[in-house]
T-cell receptor, first 114, second 117 residues
Framework: DTAVSQTPKYLVTQMGNDKSIKCEQN?????MYWYKQDSKKFLKIMFS???????INETVPNRFSPKSPDKAHLNLHINSLELGDSAVYFC?????????????FGPGTRLTVT | GENVEQHPSTLSVQEGDSAVIKCTYS??????FPWYKQELGKRPQLIID?????GEKKDQRIAVTLNKTAKHFSLHITETQPEDSAVYFC????????????????FGTGTLLAVQP
């Protein structure tokens, strides 16, 4: 019955490693997002996709690469992890791009880089 | 681009009192203003939103007001309860024709609301 799900929930890894976070939504939405929430709780958009097409690509290091195999999935791959990448990453989805709609967030993935 | 400021950063009230959180935005073309509630360790969830064609919206104990001239909007929670304790985020969105990507939300910095029983 989960609307937006993410895996894993927790991710602890060392600097320099490469890791991926997966996101899936079963709401039939066209648009999906990745947000980063830092230690001060600040929420910032990183990427959005609409029907597998990249729409928003904020000033994010090239080490971050999103991939949308279909409109129900949006994964985030991070290369050469750095200490500053430690944060909670939220996936979200919304109905479509025709107008602004409510965004439904996933449970978050807490990434800790040591 | 759009910038959203939110105050206060922390707010402590007694159960039953009212709480008000205020946000200002920079781009007068912004037309959608949601409020999200994030409980500790949980995901943000939409609690109320308002579009630029209305000045006020209510849903039971919560209300949002929008002053387009002053470019500010506020969240009002009446008869606060301990379960209202959470971090509240305001956000603003620019319509696509003004250079925004539809559904791109710019969030405020959050307000930690503590309701003391």
């Amino acid at each position: 019955d989960t609307a937006v799900s993410q895996t894993p929930k927790y991710l602890v890894t060392q600097m320099g490693n490469d890791k991926s976070i997966k996101c899936e939504q079963n709401l039939g939405h066209d648009t999906m997002y990745w947000y980063k929430q830092d230690s001060k709780k600040f929420l910032k958009i990183m990427f959005s996709y609409n029907n597998k097409e990249l729409i928003i690509n904020e000033t994010v290091p090239n080490r971050f690469s999103p991939k949308s195999p279909d409109k129900a999935h949006l994964n985030l791959h991070i290369n050469s992890l750095e200490l500053g990448d430690s944060a909670v990453y939220f996936c979200a989805s919304s109905h479509s791009m025709d107008r602004v709609h409510e965004q439904y967030f996933g449970p978050g993935t807490r990434l800790t880089v040591t | 681009g759009e910038n959203v400021e939110q105050h206060p950063s922390t707010l402590s009230v007694q159960e039953g009192d009212s709480a008000v959180i205020k946000c200002t935005y920079s781009d007068s073309a912004s037309n959608y203003f949601p409020w999200y509630k994030q409980e500790l360790g949980k995901r943000p969830q939409l609690i109320i939103d308002i579009r630029s064609n209305v000045g006020e919206k209510k849903d039971q104990r919560i209300a949002v007001t929008l002053n387009k001239t002053a470019k500010h909007f506020s969240l009002h929670i009446t008869e606060t309860q301990p379960e209202d304790s959470a971090v509240y985020f305001c956000a603003a969105s620019l319509p696509r024709e003004y250079g925004g990507a539809t559904n791109k939300l710019i969030f405020g910095t959050g307000t930690l609301l503590a309701v003391q029983p």
